[in-house]
């Protein structure tokens, strides 16, 4: 399970890459993106996916 | 490249020369500004002045001669206000869509070297978003500013955020020598603050409500006096947003002031439904002029107030009444190749700048106690609209006047109170007698107009709206001016020669401000 970001609303703010817990977002080629791999939903770590509950444009949702 | 402004044009002087009808200007005296922001040395501690006579924010003076530049490295914020739509950037301190680019310190510090080359005037180097500066752990925004304090150690720095992450940042602020910081505050009472704040993001959740404007509103008051007990210089900025914290600005001013802000900036909610921000969508006006005036008024006595703000854009560029941000893309600035710091041009103009001052306090105070002597202190104030492009003098065409600086002149001087946008009329294309007209309600509250020169077609229009347009004054100092025209215009008015103007609202103008100096 994993998350994903919604490019076409994505503001290219940065503030979810501050707050992932797994450093699973990184700009690349122009785009955030979470590498589905290193996240972990934050579960065990956080009540709430950290990248949802700060994105201004709420584009971070469940792949 | 664009060209450079040159100290002489700045000062008026260079225009003096070209413009032969135009008499030397005879510094004819005139009043301290009373109030606010305009405070000269006399009214603070020195150790406060040294930090602010430099600081076009922090000192109306300090307005007329220097230039501040915003560097748009902090995208991210960690809160949702309703005045703002991050797609287009926050449209409080930088206005909606106009952030051209964001920028990496590094590219950062490549542009403010080439814009300390070209501007003299830069005296400051502010961060301001487009998001929080403080967001995201502070990260772009402390880098940049641990560049800059090596390589160009004269500039200060600056910086503002909405406060929630503040406390955890005081210490780092206070060791990177930032002396000024700005704090949006809209509120001092949760009731009020959940209808702007939908929610925030805090201690690794979304908070929304009521929660969220009190765990805000506390933060943002320990911020402010941890920041103030380090002696580290705040302004509060508040958007005064009609119906909702219009008269609750007041309890903020006193909030505020009681916990040691050097200075509050009430600014008019920006609101345009093409903007997309939810007050935009939902038809929330901003004030009038008028409105934004009286509430201001009512703040006297309280913390000082700033009324020469400008609304900047994260990444303006240049005196605050003008952006020249356009001249220094990232393009640019790559083609310029590598730029090499030189304070020489920076110090002879603040040299300059300073020998001109020590003249100009003592003329104010003779011209003031000149008119209360004169006219008594009994004369109800008016409003002078003034076209200038800096160095406190009357130095601009009416034509090609991109803002009006607005003067109160009375029995107890003369001193800034405001400024009026009117470069849409100007650019946008749309045929003379719009222009004009936009112009008139933009300054229709004002008795007198100040240019350096004007046409015959807007002169007659001018007198028909009843304000006078005058240019006798033209290149000679504004509040010396201004303070000579009350004489004369108190005089005529008790000779029965001419009645006192009605008082008529004005309209703000709002928008992405891209003029640029012609
Ligand atoms: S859900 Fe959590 S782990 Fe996954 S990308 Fe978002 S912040 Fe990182
Ligand atoms: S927080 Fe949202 S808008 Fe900002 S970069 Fe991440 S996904 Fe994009
Ligand atoms: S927005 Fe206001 S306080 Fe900020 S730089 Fe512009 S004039 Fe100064």
């Given amino acids: 399970m994993a998350y994903k970001i919604k490019a076409s609303d994505c503001t290219a703010c940065g503030a979810c890459e501050a707050e992932c817990p797994n450093n699973a977002i990184s700009f690349k080629k122009g785009a955030y993106a979470i590498n589905a791999d290193m996240c972990t939903e934050c579960k065990g770590q956080f009540s709430s996916p950290q990248c949802a509950s700060v994105c201004p444009a709420d584009c971070c949702v469940p792949a | ?518």
């Fill in chain 2, 1 to 518: 490249m664009a060209n450079v402004i040159s100290l002489d044009s700045i000062l008026g002087v260079g225009e003096l020369k070209a413009a032969a009808e135009a008499p030397p200007a005879a510094a004819s005296g005139c009043a301290s500004s009373s109030c606010g922001s305009s405070d000269g040395p006399a009214d603070m501690a020195p150790e406060v002045w040294e930090k602010v006579k430099n600081h076009p924010c922090y000192s109306e003076e300090a307005h007329h001669y220097f230039a501040r530049m915003h560097v748009a490295v902090a995208p991210a914020c960690n809160i949702q206000c309703n005045y703002c739509n991050r797609k287009y950037d926050c449209s409080n301190e930088s206005r909606p869509g106009v952030v051209s680019e964001k920028l990496t310190p590094d590219q950062a510090l490549r542009k403010i070297m080439a814009v300390a080359k070209e501007i003299p005037q830069l005296s400051v180097i502010g961060i301001a978003g487009p998001g929080d500066s403080l967001a995201a752990g502070g990260k772009n925004t402390f880098k940049t500013f641990e560049m800059l304090a090596k390589k160009a150690p004269d500039l200060k720095l600056c910086l503002s955020t909405n406060g929630l992450a503040l406390p955890d940042h005081v210490d780092t602020i206070a060791n990177y020598n930032i002396d000024h910081v700005t704090i949006t505050i809209n509120m001092v009472d949760p009731e009020v603050g959940q209808h702007i704040y939908p929610w925030i993001f805090h201690d690794h959740k979304r908070w929304t409500g009521l929660d969220a404007a009190k765990i805000l509103h506390e933060r943002q008051m320990l911020g402010l006096e941890m920041l103030t007990s380090r002696g580290i210089l705040v302004k509060v900025n508040s958007v005064m947003i009609p119906g909702i914290n219009d008269e609750h600005l007041m309890d903020v001013n006193k909030a505020v002031k009681s916990r040691g802000a050097f200075l509050h900036n009430i600014m008019p909610l920006i609101s345009d439904p093409a903007h997309g921000t939810h007050f935009g969508l939902t038809g929330q006006r901003g004030p009038t002029a008028q409105e934004l005036k009286v509430l201001q008024d009512q703040c006297e006595g309280g913390a000082k107030l700033m009324r020469h703000c400008r609304q900047c854009r994260a990444d303006a560029v240049g005196l605050l009444g003008e952006d020249r941000g356009s001249e220094f893309t990232i393009d640019q600035i790559e083609a310029m190749g590598e730029v090499e710091y030189d304070q020489e041009a920076a110090r002879t103009y603040r040299e300059h700048v300073e020998g001109e001052r020590a003249g100009r306090h003592a003329a104010k105070a003779a011209a003031q106690a000149d008119v209360a002597e004169t006219v008594g202190t009994e004369a109800q104030p008016i409003l002078i609209a003034v076209a200038t492009k800096g160095g406190e003098r009357i130095n601009e065409h009416f034509g090609h006047a991109k803002e009006f600086q607005i003067y109160e002149v009375g029995p107890k001087g003369a001193k800034f109170v405001g400024h009026r946008r009117v470069d849409q009329y100007c650019e946008g294309g749309s045929g003379d007698e719009d222009a004009l007209g936009g112009v008139l309600s933009a300054i229709n509250d004002c008795t007198a107009v100040f240019v350096a020169k004007i046409g015959g077609c807007p002169s007659t229009s001018l007198k028909d709206a009843g304000i006078e347009p005058v240019d006798r004054f033209a290149f000679e100092y504004i509040e010396e001016s201004a303070l000579t025209y009350f004489k004369d215009y108190a005089e005529r008015l008790g000779q029965g020669a001419i009645n006192a103007r009605e008082g008529q609202d004005a309209v703000i103008r709002t928008g992405a401000f891209t003029a640029r100096r012609a």
